[in-house]
T-cell receptor, first 114, second 109 residues
């Protein structure tokens, strides 16, 4: 069982380019999340999906979009990358969205926008 | 605004005990999580507290006081592999997780 996989592991991208970060989970979890992690800051939620077919905006959604066509996949797209989007991106999933539900994280994608 | 405060960095000695504090001010409270994150890796779940008191899990324990907006993670019999960042997160009234910046724990032999 792989859990959550993310691709690519790392990427260097020119500003203005479009980029999709992939996330796939095999745990049949209903909820999925995208976070960014920057030095000195806590994980910040970009977008989330409580169940397939629905998405919502987190704390820092500007410049990012997501889709949730099925249970397993939750891609994150940067339509036109900017240097401030340089970060480590983590995808996470949880069985549901209850108070005690634990989020499980993928290995992350390290993105550098030049 | 919502705020989670943790010390930026702590140093401890192998075999000793260390306590990592977390204070929070959030809109509502639906539980507090501790995660461990080794450098370059994903966060992994350690503990969850929703009621006041101490939860013990092997060498790790987590304490919560809701009235004080305070939690700590206690690590006993420290091992070199415990060198990592420890993240505190609170689930708010919207059931979103609000994360602290993490405490980097350095273990010295």
């Amino acid at each position: 069982i792989a859990g959550i996989t993310q691709a690519p592991t790392s990427q260097i991208l020119a500003a203005g380019r479009r980029m999709t970060l992939r996330c796939t989970q095999d745990m049949r979890h209903n909820a999925m999340y995208w976070y960014r992690q920057d030095l000195g800051l806590g994980l910040r939620l970009i977008h989330y999906s409580n169940t397939a077919g629905t998405t919502g905006k987190g704390e820092v959604p500007d410049g990012y979009s997501v889709s949730r066509a099925n249970t397993d996949d939750f891609p994150l797209t940067l339509a036109s990358a900017v240097p401030s989007q340089t970060s480590v991106y983590f995808c996470a999933s949880s069985d549901s969205t209850g108070a005690a539900d634990t989020q499980y994280f993928g290995p992350g994608t390290r993105l550098t926008v030049l | 605004g919502q705020n989670i405060d943790q010390p930026t960095e702590m140093t401890a000695t192998e075999g000793a005990i260390v306590q990592i504090n977390c204070t929070y001010q959030t809109s509502g409270f639906n539980g507090l999580f501790w995660y461990q994150q080794h450098a370059g890796e994903a966060p992994t779940f350690l503990s969850y507290n929703v009621l006041d008191g101490l939860e013990e899990k092997g060498r790790f324990s987590s304490f919560l006081s809701r009235s004080k907006g305070y939690s700590y993670l206690l690590l006993k019999e420290l091992q070199m592999k415990d060198s990592a960042s420890y993240l505190c997160a609170v689930r708010d009234s919207n059931y979103q997780l609000i994360w602290g910046a993490g405490t980097k724990l350095i273990i010295k032999p």
